[in-house]
């Protein structure tokens, strides 16, 4: 879905909701981006997320994971990782507002406030390796 003004750089369709996602190469929120994708998209329970060019450490839940900033209800807030028990044997990681609600926006799971993980950076590092440029040999 193309916005006046802002295209999306991709769609998470979640559980519940579509997650519009926008990909800067920055590492801490830009209020201007924000601004403009608001602009576009007006005051609504649209849900936004802005990914930078690494996960960083939480501000708000002592170093939890997060993977950039989530826009629910009109506020942006840290977009950050949580684990969800479906079942009481699997524990998927999923991505909550670190303020508003702490429902998983893939699984539709709501959690208790998000906790830290260990190996997080090691996925991340895993997953840049899986999808890193690489010439083809000649």
């Given at each position: 879905?193309?916005?006046?003004?802002?295209?999306?750089?991709?769609?998470?369709?979640?559980?519940?909701?579509?997650?519009?996602?926008?990909?800067?190469?920055?590492?801490?929120?830009?209020?201007?981006?924000?601004?403009?994708?608001?602009?576009?998209?007006?005051?609504?329970?649209?849900?936004?997320?802005?990914?930078?060019?690494?996960?960083?450490?939480?501000?708000?839940?002592?170093?939890?994971?997060?993977?950039?900033?989530?826009?629910?209800?009109?506020?942006?807030?840290?977009?950050?990782?949580?684990?969800?028990?479906?079942?009481?044997?699997?524990?998927?990681?999923g991505f909550v507002?670190?303020?508003?609600?702490?429902?998983?926006?893939?699984?539709?799971?709501?959690?208790?406030?998000?906790?830290?993980?260990?190996?997080?950076?090691?996925?991340?590092?895993?997953?840049?390796?899986?999808?890193?440029?690489?010439?083809?040999?000649?």
């Open positions: 879905m193309d916005f006046p003004g802002w295209i999306p750089d991709f769609v998470i369709y979640g559980k519940h909701k579509q997650v519009y996602v926008e990909v800067k190469p920055v590492t801490e929120i830009d209020w201007n981006v924000c601004k403009k994708i608001g602009l576009a998209v007006g005051e609504n329970d649209m849900e936004l997320l802005l990914l930078g060019q690494t996960i960083f450490h939480s501000n708000d839940f002592d170093g939890t994971p997060a993977i950039g900033w989530l826009r629910e209800w009109g506020y942006w807030s840290e977009c950050v990782l949580n684990e969800f028990d479906e079942d009481g044997n699997q524990h998927p990681i507002h670190a303020e508003i609600g702490w429902t998983d926006r893939i699984t539709g799971l709501h959690s208790a406030p998000p906790g830290c993980f260990s190996n997080v950076a090691d996925f991340w590092k895993e997953a840049g390796n899986k999808v890193q440029w690489n010439p083809r040999p000649c």
